[in-house]
């Protein structure tokens, strides 16, 4: 999901350096890595993480959760580290992810419109749980809509592009 400060992560002992690349690579390969979890944990256990460290470290562990299909955990590490970094749109499209995960499909609409708001790029995953969310909530026409954007963005993505023509409706 998010970096770490390379300088930071620099001046941590190879463990905790260690953990801290584990979770970020983990989090933007965006799986279910349970291993990948309990590295951010143990990272998260350093006493000397700066807030930005700290919050960026609890971003990585949401998407993870998130990925896992906790979403209540995911939601707890998003809240603390918008507490720490206010709002970026990465935090607003992992609280959609784990919005949806915990059946908020308005919140996460409304989340995923706000990292697009935000400047997120890319943005194709926005636009896709926007969709997930919209399609959940019965508003068909306007999940369509976010599908093709979703897939227009990602044109190599295989999912992403079988989405709009399970739209029979908007099918020539």
Not at 97 to 126: C, K, M, V, W
Not at 144 to 162: G, H, V
């Amino acid at each position: 999901m998010l970096q770490a400060p390379a300088a930071l992560a620099q001046e941590r002992s190879p463990a905790i350096r260690s953990a801290i690349s584990e979770c970020e690579h983990a989090a933007r390969g965006g799986g279910d890595n349970p291993r990948a979890l309990g590295a951010c944990d143990f990272a998260l256990r350093d006493s000397s993480l700066g807030e930005e460290e700290r919050a960026r470290l609890q971003l990585n562990r949401a998407a993870l959760s998130a990925a896992r299909g906790d979403g209540r955990s995911a939601m707890s590490d998003l809240m603390a580290a918008q507490g720490l970094l206010g709002e970026l749109p990465e935090l607003h499209l992992t609280l959609s992810a784990a919005q949806i995960r915990t059946g908020d499909f308005n919140g996460a609409q409304a989340s995923a419109r706000r990292a697009l708001e935000l400047g997120l790029e890319p943005s194709h995953l926005a636009h896709f749980n926007r969709a997930i969310a919209l399609e959940r909530l019965g508003q068909y026409d306007a999940a369509y809509e976010a599908y093709r954007e979703a897939a227009r963005l990602a044109p190599e993505n295989a999912l992403l592009a079988a989405q709009p023509r399970r739209f029979a409706r908007h099918q020539p």
